[in-house]
């Protein structure tokens, strides 16, 4: 009984990856019919960090990229804290709000760029070495990302480090 339960599982599983597959096919072949979106995808992909899948996400979930301040970009990806308070009470920084699909796909870029990327990993030991949290630090490094992301687009120029 328990291995027909596993071979459902199994089979399940490789239906899955074989619509996955098929996806990340079309998505690839999408962007690759589309000059704009190849450079743009190139152009994304020059950032430490930012892989296929963080590349693909600011591509269709962030049309507004290059075309607005870095501190609205910050915003609209839910990167930028706002402050918590009320009456007397304040407490702290939060960030809320925004996409939340950028901010994760941000925050995974963000993990590779602290491990791999000599500036963003010294900016990381830096706010850590500060007593900031882990978490805290690679929040910050996604949002220099989105920011970076932003100025690329805008400037049309890949990331010079």
Known sequence: MRDHGLADIEAVLACLDARIAFWDAEIKDQIARSETLAHAEQRLRSI????????????????????????????????????VQSGQWKGRDRIQGG??????????????????????????????????????????????????????????KAFQP
């Open 99 to 156: 996409r939340k699909r950028v901010r994760d796909a941000l925050y995974m870029a963000a993990v590779s760029a602290a491990r791999a990327a000599p500036r963003f990993k010294a900016f990381y030991q830096a706010l850590r070495d500060a007593g900031k949290p882990p978490k805290l630090a690679l929040v910050a490094i996604a949002r220099k990302l989105i920011t970076i992301a932003n100025a690329v687009l805008r400037d049309d």
């Open 48 to 83: 430490p960090g930012i892989g296929p899948v963080a590349a693909t996400t600011l591509l269709a979930r962030m049309p507004e990229l290059g075309q607005r301040s870095p501190k609205t970009i910050a915003a609209l990806a839910g990167l930028a804290p706002f402050t």
